[in-house]
Nanobody
């Protein structure tokens, strides 16, 4: 079965950095677009970014563009989210996700994702 396991969250001061990992199993990782989402308390889950199957193209929300980098290693079936210059408003639970029918045109749409990890908490203190 599909498993996505996030790790690397924690408490960091504003301006700091974190690197989140998403370890995938149970499917042919290299064939799937992968995405990162986040959900802050009282808010809807929102798109953070995504990476193409080969890893040569990445996409980011405006809120994190320039501060975050998504990468993947298909041999290790792992994806990462490097977050720099963190702000208190980045505080959220971060999820990795994928879906069977994702395209570059649909990858920002939450309901297009079929599989989700359990999430990892990121807390940025001011």
């Amino acid at each position: 079965q599909v498993q996505l396991i996030e790790s690397g969250g924690g408490l960091v001061q504003a301006g700091g950095s974190l690197r989140l990992s998403c370890a995938a199993s149970g499917f042919t990782f290299r064939n799937y677009i992968m995405g990162w989402f986040r959900q802050a308390p009282g808010k809807e889950r929102e798109f953070v970014g995504a990476i193409s199957r080969s890893g040569d193209t990445t996409y980011y929300s405006d809120s994190v563009k320039g501060r975050c980098t998504i990468s993947r290693d298909n041999a290790k079936t792992t994806m990462w989210l490097q977050m720099n210059s963190l702000k208190p408003e980045d505080t959220a639970v971060y999820y990795c996700a994928t879906g069977t029918g994702l395209t570059t045109g649909t990858m920002k749409i939450l309901r297009q994702y079929d599989y989700w990890g359990q999430g990892t908490q990121v807390t940025v203190s001011s």
